[in-house]
C-alpha cells in the first residue's frame, strides 16, 4: 500500500509472526546466546594484553570520548564497564525491570550506533552498497580510534587505562580487516596493537587477499600467523594442497613466560597461599578434621 507502506499484509504478517516465534522458542539458539553472555564481555585482560572487538571511542584531541547512557556520561574504561552491565539486563533481568526494555534497544544501538565501541562509524552503508550505485552513498566516516591506534602513545594511554603498564602489554583489535593485499599490516604502533581481523569470511578475502589470522601466545610470547584462502576441498586433494599459512610476526619476550607469569599463575598462587593457612590453622588445632 503506498500510501501506508510500512504496514504488513495478511501473508507478511504471518511470516513476521512465525519467524518471532522461532526466535523465541529456539532451544539451540538460546543455548548459544546463554553461552555468550556467560562467557563473553565487552573486552578482556589477559596475561598483559587487552582485547577489545572494535574501538575506545576517542576525541579528535586524542582524549577519551564521553558517551552518555540513561543520562549519564561514561569514558575509556568505565564506558565499557557500564555497556556490559547494561547489555546483561537486556537478556537476564526480568521484562518489567526499569531497565529492561531500554537494554534491549541499546542492543541495537551497538551494533550499527556511532558512539558504539562495537562499531564506532557514522554510519553503516550496508543497504546503500547493496542497492545504490553512486559510492559516494557508501562512505563510512570512521571514528578517532581508528586514525590515532596507530600512535604508540595513544595505545600505551589505552593500556594504562585498563592497568596494563607491561613493556610487554599489546592492545590485540578486530573489526576492521587488514588489507594485506594493500599493503597494510597487522601489527602497528611500534609493536603495542595487533589487528587480527584478516578477512576469515570469504567475503571479505578479495579486500583482504588472505584468509584471516591465527594469534598463537605461549611461554615465548605471541605469534600472528595469515592463511591463504582455500578454495575448495576437491581442489586441494586434485593438487595435494593444504590450507598455506605464513608467519607474520613473532612478537618475543624478553624472558620466558612462566605459568607464575600468567593471570591463571596468580590465582594458583593465591591458592597456594589459602592452603598453607588452613595447614597451619589445622596444626595449630584451630580447625577440626572431618570425620
Known sequence: DPNDPYKLTEAEADVVAKLLHSFRHS??????????????SMYLTCNHNLLFHASVPLNEDRTFRKVKIRGRAFSGRALLDR???????????SSDHPEHKEAVDYM???????????FDKSAMTTFERYFIADKATHHEEKGYYYVYRTEEQVCDMILEEFDLKSTESHIINGHVPVREVKGEHPVQAGGKIMLID??????????TGIAGYTLIFNS??????????????????EHMEDISSTSVVKAYSTDRILVRDTDQGLILEDQIEELKKLLHAYRHGLIKERE
Open 83 to 93: 555497556i556490559d552491565e547494561f547489555v546483561r539486563q537486556s537478556h537476564w533481568s
Open 198 to 207: 584478516g578477512g576469515f569470511s570469504r567475503a571479505y578475502q578479495s579486500s
Open 108 to 118: 541495537w544501538y551497538l551494533w550499527c550506533g556511532p558512539d558504539s565501541p562495537l
Open 27 to 40: 532451544e539451540k539458539l538460546l543455548r548459544h546466546i546463554n553461552f555468550l553472555f556467560k562467557k563473553g
Open 220 to 237: 615465548q610470547g605471541l605469534h600472528l600467523v595469515k592463511h591463504e584462502p582455500f578454495s575448495s576441498t576437491r581442489e586441494a586433494i
